[in-house]
């Protein structure tokens, strides 16, 4: 079977495909240990920082590389690869389209969500422990206007009670 890639126009073949497999199952396994995915969409996922943070996590874990090698398996069969290939490149032309149209994806690192989301927080902590910094700006800000609070408190509540005798 041959199918002509839309976005290199080289010839992919099937036997093409089990010779690059080869290589880059030998290539992958020393860089990833027993990973053997090597579609042109895993390879342009690895573009981006926080598919590559997620891929080299997933990496760790025994259990998917065993799952991974059973569907790299049936996926490059005899029987499924034109369909393999074809997706592949379908959907790497829509990562193309989306590199295009969003180029901050090839930056945008966990880390960045993580500041954005985490970042007010981080300065409301910051800003609480420089003012709590020592036991006498902690009865500053803390234990004073609590006890001042308190005592309005307890004082409206006497003279409450009083009215009422």
Same mark, same amino acid.
């Given at each position: 079977m041959e199918v002509k890639s839309q976005k290199d126009s080289t010839l992919i073949?099937?036997?093409? &495909?089990?010779? %690059?497999? %080869? /290589?880059?199952?030998? =290539? %992958?396994?020393? /860089?990833?240990? #027993?990973?053997? &995915?090597?579609? =042109?969409?895993?390879? #342009?996922?690895r573009d981006y920082p926080i598919a590559r943070s997620y891929f080299d996590n997933v990496n760790r874990v025994p259990q998917p590389r065993f799952v991974r090698t059973v569907i790299h398996d049936a996926l490059f069969s005899e029987t499924l690869v034109p369909y393999t290939v074809r997706l592949d490149t379908s959907l790497n032309n829509l990562?193309?389209?989306l590199d295009q149209r969003v180029p901050q994806l090839k930056v945008l690192r966990m880390r960045d969500i993580r500041d954005v989301l985490a970042g007010p927080f981080a300065k409301a902590y910051a800003s609480f422990s420089s003012r709590t910094s020592s036991p006498e700006k902690i009865s500053d800000v803390i234990v004073e206007p609590t006890r001042k609070i308190a005592d309005h408190t307890l004082d409206v509540y006497n003279n409450e009670r009083s009215g009422r005798h």
């Open positions: 073949t099937t036997e093409n &495909i089990q010779d %690059n497999l %080869n /290589e880059h199952s030998q =290539k %992958n396994h020393m /860089e990833f240990g #027993h990973d053997r &995915i090597t579609t =042109k969409v895993y390879q #342009h996922l990562l193309d389209q």
